[in-house]
């Protein structure tokens, strides 16, 4: 009997011992080389793969043929964990894979199973969706969608793919994510909204390095539809030649958008915001980006507009950015809906409308009286109008920003504190366009008798004079300067006493100029302390 037993161990030991080692054969990795230009294996392979399989797809062309009942919906439903690599063993051949017209497909690739992410690299991918199966409402070439569902996508290129729903080349639901990098999506279309992606049902997408163009579509968002309480990060990304009805680079409805360091440039809408769109509540920031030349046909904003040109419920965010140069083709709109962003939509830390910090805001943003009130900071901040006199009020609490004190407690240069003398410099306009003029007023408070001032163009550790020392008794001097061909001046201005040959230093302020434009630029603003 105790001979049984030690048998009936030894096997129970074994047979434990044989399903590790069958488990962690499984876990490595396998690798599958489809037959070059071959589609039929390629879909066999892809779909058979298990994480964390690598499937290598050799360069060339790959042609999908009829849907005749085999596959489910979509020809490629990679599982959770698996790799596609594409252009395997054919250095400078790529690896296009194409669903043409009518061939029965619902997406070229279909993510759903939940778990590690899909990646998919190197892969160009074009596909026309024209009798898509029932259930499927977007995304030609990627369907993703599903809770914990995961895909990363790299190097690939997304191109001249059509549906006749939404999401032209990419369609992310139901809380999916997707990581786009190094990625083009160009020349596609999806009708009913979001023609290069459509993002939906809190679904989060994401583009690093990435391009979009020549993506079209009849309803909003021609580069990105961001809806349904989903969510869009982009960074380092070019949105150009976009075309939409209304947000030719992104449409954000009752959604999330951050953008960064990304170019938003020559989109078009046909009547409201050819840059950014926004339903509200949505939100939006706009973060060391330039969105220039974006162009609206017919009425509405051309850089970023909402639905009724309201942002009161929505939380819009600029900061380090340019936003110029934006408009409509429509006679008067420009004055009505304002060029770059609406007139009138400052002061958006008060709640709702547009915040805005150490950027550059052209056009029409603020137009004939309108006021900003409440977030203007004169060191960060710059607005400018094409007309109108701008009026901004600017809280106490930075007009009384001393700089810090030294090492031994004395008030810092020039800061003056309390009565004593206390040198500041203003500018009549932040910006000003190439060949117009620009107007420094220095003031030395809390002095009385005659002083020499001198304003100094600052670049790193160089202080360069510009014109000539004006003596002065009166406690106050204009300096007029021609603006240098440099985009970006720092400046500051010194004053030495004449009873005892102090010196005071302003802080810096900064200059911005532009290429001459059309309008004037009239500013008008109370002085702080610079």
């Not at 230009?37 to 009829?66: E, F, Q, W």
Request: glycine share 16%; with cysteine; aromatic share 6%.
């Amino acid at each position: 009997m105790f001979k049984h037993l030690i048998t009936y161990i030894t096997n129970r030991t074994l047979l434990l011992i044989a399903t590790l080692l069958l488990l962690q054969f499984r876990m490595e990795a396998a690798d599958v080389v489809v037959n070059a230009g071959n589609a039929a294996d390629l879909i066999a392979k892809v779909n058979a793969a298990r994480s964390p399989d690598v499937v290598y797809v050799p360069g060339g062309t790959y042609t999908l043929g009829n849907n005749t009942g085999n596959y489910a919906a979509s020809a490629l439903r990679p599982q959770n964990g698996v790799t596609i690599v594409g252009g395997y063993g054919t250095p400078g051949t790529p690896t296009v894979i194409i669903i043409p017209a009518n061939r029965g497909y619902g997406h070229l690739f279909e993510v759903s199973d939940p778990g590690n992410p899909v990646t998919i690299q190197n892969i160009t991918m074009q596909a026309t969706i024209t009798d898509w199966p029932q259930g499927i409402t977007g995304g030609a070439a990627i369907g993703i969608s599903g809770n914990n569902v995961n895909l990363v996508v790299d190097n690939c290129v997304i191109q001249n793919s059509s549906i006749g729903g939404q999401g032209g080349g990419i369609y992310a639901m139901n809380g999916a994510s997707a990581k786009f990098t190094n990625t083009q999506i160009t020349g596609n279309t999806g009708p009913n909204g979001g023609g290069g992606c459509y993002a939906t049902s809190n679904a989060k997408v994401e583009f690093e390095g990435c391009s979009f163009s020549g993506n079209t579509t009849s309803g909003p968002g021609g580069g990105i539809y961001v809806g349904g309480g989903a969510s869009a990060k982009v960074t380092n990304t070019q949105f150009s030649s976009n075309t939409s009805q209304r947000g030719g680079a992104c449409y954000v409805d009752q959604a999330t958008a951050e953008f960064g360091y990304s170019t938003i440039l020559e989109n078009t809408a046909i009547n409201g915001g050819a840059g950014f769109y926004l339903r509200c509540p949505s939100t939006l920031t706009i973060t060391s980006c330039t969105m220039v030349g974006n162009t609206n046909n017919e009425w509405g904003t051309g850089g970023i507009g909402a639905e009724n040109n309201d942002f009161t419920n929505c939380t819009v965010q600029i900061s380090n950015s340019v936003v110029s140069g934006n408009g409509s083709n429509q006679p008067g709109s420009d004055d009505t809906f304002g060029g770059d962003i609406p007139p009138g939509t400052g002061g958006g830390s008060d709640g709702g409308g547009i915040d805005i910090g150490g950027s550059i805001v052209g056009g029409d943003y603020v137009d004939g009286d309108s006021v900003i009130t409440g977030v203007f900071d004169p060191d960060t901040d710059i607005v400018i109008g094409d007309s109108g006199t701008v009026e901004i009020t600017i809280p106490d609490t930075i007009a009384d920003i001393l700089p810090p004190p030294d090492e031994d407690g004395n008030p810092g240069i020039g800061a003056g504190g309390g009565n004593q003398p206390r040198l500041r410099i203003a500018v009549t306009d932040t910006i000003i366009c190439a060949g117009d003029s620009a107007y420094f007023t220095l003031t030395l408070r809390n002095y009385e008798g005659s002083a020499a001032y001198s304003l100094y163009q600052v670049e790193g550790a160089q202080e360069t004079q510009i014109g000539t020392t004006i003596n002065s008794s009166s406690g106050s001097v204009n300096f007029t300067i021609m603006p240098r061909a440099t985009a970006i001046g720092l400046y500051k201005a010194k004053a030495v006493t004449g009873s005892d040959n102090q010196t005071y230093t302003s802080r810096e302020r900064q200059l911005i100029i532009l290429p001459a434009t059309s309008g004037n630029i009239e500013h008008s603003k109370n002085t702080t302390d610079q």
